[in-house]
């Protein structure tokens, strides 16, 4: 039982300190203290790395979204309605939803893995002794790749997603392309398309700086760092959902007086 308090006041502990950590991120991005060189190798990571996952999952995604909801609107003979409830559901939501998530398991893991395996093996205590601030070097390239690049990677899954929903329409109801994608557009508002980017920039965020977060207060050995990145993924996971239902109920909810 005592274990598990200690355990329960660390992961408390960890999460005061992700919200420091995002603070003191936003204050040496602002006082131009960081490593631009050290971007480009993250956004490396943050990108071309990842991109296959986010085509595959995006893609699969919209084909049975397209085909649940299709079977149904079919039978009440919304046919024209099919691209329309794709929008709503599919690019406002689970695009940037499962971009977000797949960069967590993929980038996030990696940050706390990391910087983790630097702070057990003292290599950070060896850049303070070389007079260099941790967040300048480690933290702050991370976090602006992973704003750029998630954003991106978004859109990618977006135009994925929807190439996927008009194979499935056509294939399997033929529903014309055409069709589909007009009802797509007619659903779908410019100022969707700044709230899809906000979101992977907020998600990005999210990502980067709780990822480097549990690195950085990793301690102990090997398990410890495994635990810092698993622990990290199911961190983002959670605080994605959470900030996606905020994001969706401001931007999107109408007042009811």
């Known amino acids: 039982m005592r274990l ?12 005061f300190t992700a919200v420091l950590l995002f603070g003191q991120v936003w204050l040496h ?7 631009y060189r050290k971007i480009f190798q993250h956004l490396v990571t943050a990108g071309p790395c990842s991109i296959s996952p986010v085509l595959l999952v995006n893609g699969f995604a919209g084909m049975i979204f397209t085909i649940q909801t299709a079977r149904e609107l079919i039978r009440f003979g919304a046919v024209n309605a099919v691209g ?48 260099t601030d941790p967040i300048d070097y480690l933290v702050v ?18 135009v994925t997603g929807i190439i996927g929903g008009v194979f499935a329409a056509s294939q399997f109801y033929k529903i014309l392309p055409e069709t589909f994608l007009e009802s797509v557009r007619n659903f779908l508002e410019p100022s969707d398309l700044f709230i899809i980017l ?33 622990k990290a993924v199911v961190t983002s996971w959670v605080s994605i959902f959470v900030m996606d239902f905020f994001l969706s109920l401001l931007l999107f909810e109408q007042p009811a007086f």
């Open 198 to 230: 906000l979101k992977g920039f907020i998600f990005g965020l999210l990502v980067a700086v709780i990822g480097c977060s549990w690195g950085l207060t990793t301690k102990g050995g090997a398990k410890e760092v495994g635990e810092s990145a698993t």
């Open 4 to 15: 598990k308090i200690n355990s329960e006041q660390s992961e408390i502990v960890r999460g």
């Open 84 to 131: 329309g409830a794709f929008a709503l559901a599919f690019c406002r939501e689970l695009a940037p939803i499962l971009t977000a998530s797949i960069m967590a398991g993929q980038v996030g893991s990696a940050f706390a893995a990391e910087i983790g395996a630097m702070q057990v093996t003292e290599q950070i205590d060896a850049l303070y002794m070389l007079k």
């Open 29 to 35: 991005f602002l006082q131009g203290k960081t490593y």
């Open 141 to 158: 390239p991370r976090v602006i790749a992973c704003c750029l690049m998630v954003p991106l990677m978004t859109i990618l899954g977006l």
